[in-house]
């Protein structure tokens, strides 16, 4: 086998390997999320134990 054969191969795999990872990231859908403040509620503190 030529070697040019072998870096073509490598060029054609490489090619298709990135196109198809690039249309699994476009396929993919991201949704803004709400920004809700973080409420940990009341907590028990010994050292106030009214």
């Known amino acids: ?3 040019m054969d072998l ?3 490598a060029s054609y ?6 196109m198809y990872v690039n249309k699994d990231i476009q396929d ?3 949704i803004q999320a ?3 403040a973080l ?3 009341p907590r ?6 009214h």
């Open 1 to 3: 086998m030529d070697p």
């Open 34 to 36: 709400r920004r809700v």
């Open 39 to 41: 409420d940990c509620g």
């Open 13 to 18: 795999a490489a090619m298709w390997h990135y």
């Open 28 to 30: 993919t859908v991201y």
């Open 44 to 49: 028990w503190e010994p050292w106030n134990n």
């Open 7 to 9: 870096t073509q191969l």
